[in-house]
């Protein structure tokens, strides 16, 4: 087997609109792809500009049996939950929410950037947990910009901030349930890299500006393109074009387990979704104090 993986699929992102009418980029689900083992979802947020008073966000809305992975880029979010927990998103900050049995919570622009418009671009990764797992304590892992891990490469080409995993001999602050990597690179213009990964992992690609060149072969492709590499080989290459290249590089041992999603409810049996829905229609996962 090779050892530089090969590219199996790239699939493009879709435009659409989720909680209160923000502007998302899908990669997955979409009819092309429903999941990738053990990701559930990944939201490009924007980039989109508002004028004051238009910034839109996610009100109320409850998560049961995964995580969710927040990365502000630009723009302020508030987040506020059914546990009393608040805080607010900056650029450049992670948020890991481990939702487990449940819990109920809202991500809201800054009222002080409502006020003032702006630009918000940012990401959000659904990990799935395993069976053992999805009706644990909700827990929070919080890491300012200033806090997230990060390397360059000798020649001060490759830039890493890694927010799960390790890279360029650097290791991730954030704690995982299952084996994940989530690194974000920023690659100078004519810079490559020959990133090694696990060879039980699954790993992809999702490149945010610039052009890329990725696998043995170089192929060129533009950005908001989801890149799935074969588990063929041992390392992922990346290089830039003749222009700056910002790429995130996520993968994760598959969980092989059965999926049952019901919008914010991700399960392993239909009776347990239906079990989810009358525990959040109880109030069972509590109600945000506003």
Do not use: C
């Not at 500009?49 to 839109?56: I, R, S, V």
């Not at 602050?173 to 810079?191: D, M, N, S, W």
């Amino acid at each position: 087997m090779s050892p530089i993986r090969t590219i199996q699929h790239i699939i493009p992102a879709v435009r659409t609109i989720e909680g209160g009418g923000f502007v998302v980029h899908r990669p997955f689900p979409t009819r092309m792809l429903m999941d990738f083992d053990p990701f559930l979802l990944l939201d490009e947020m924007g980039p989109v500009d508002y004028a004051p008073g238009e910034a839109k966000g996610a009100p109320d809305h409850p998560h049961r049996g995964f995580e969710t992975v927040t990365y502000m880029l630009e723009g302020r979010f508030g987040h506020r939950d059914s546990a009393g927990h608040a805080g607010v998103l900056r650029p450049g900050d992670v948020q890991w929410m481990t939702a487990g049995a449940g819990v109920v919570h809202s991500e809201m622009p800054d009222p002080a950037f409502i006020r003032k418009g702006g630009r918000v671009h940012g990401l959000q990764l659904w990990v799935n947990l395993p069976q053992r797992e999805k009706m644990i304590a909700p827990r929070y892992q919080e890491i300012p910009s200033e806090q997230i891990p990060t390397a360059t490469s000798a020649d001060g080409k490759v830039h890493v901030k890694v927010i799960a995993g390790e890279a360029l001999g650097v290791k991730a602050r954030i704690e995982t349930r299952t084996p994940i990597l989530y690194q974000h690179f920023t690659l100078q213009p004519g810079a490559s890299i020959a990133h090694p990964v696990p060879r039980d992992y699954r790993v992809f690609a999702y490149p945010l500006a610039g052009k890329g060149l990725y696998g043995p072969t170089r192929q060129a492709l533009d950005a908001q393109r989801m890149i799935v590499f074969a588990e063929d080989g041992e390392a992922v290459a990346l290089a830039a074009d003749d222009e700056p290249l910002d790429v995130l590089l996520i993968g994760g041992v598959p969980l092989n387990e059965p999926i049952v999603r019901h919008g914010p409810f991700v399960m392993n049996t239909e009776d347990e979704i239906r079990q989810a829905i009358l525990d959040y229609q109880a109030g069972r996962m509590g109600q945000i104090a506003h």
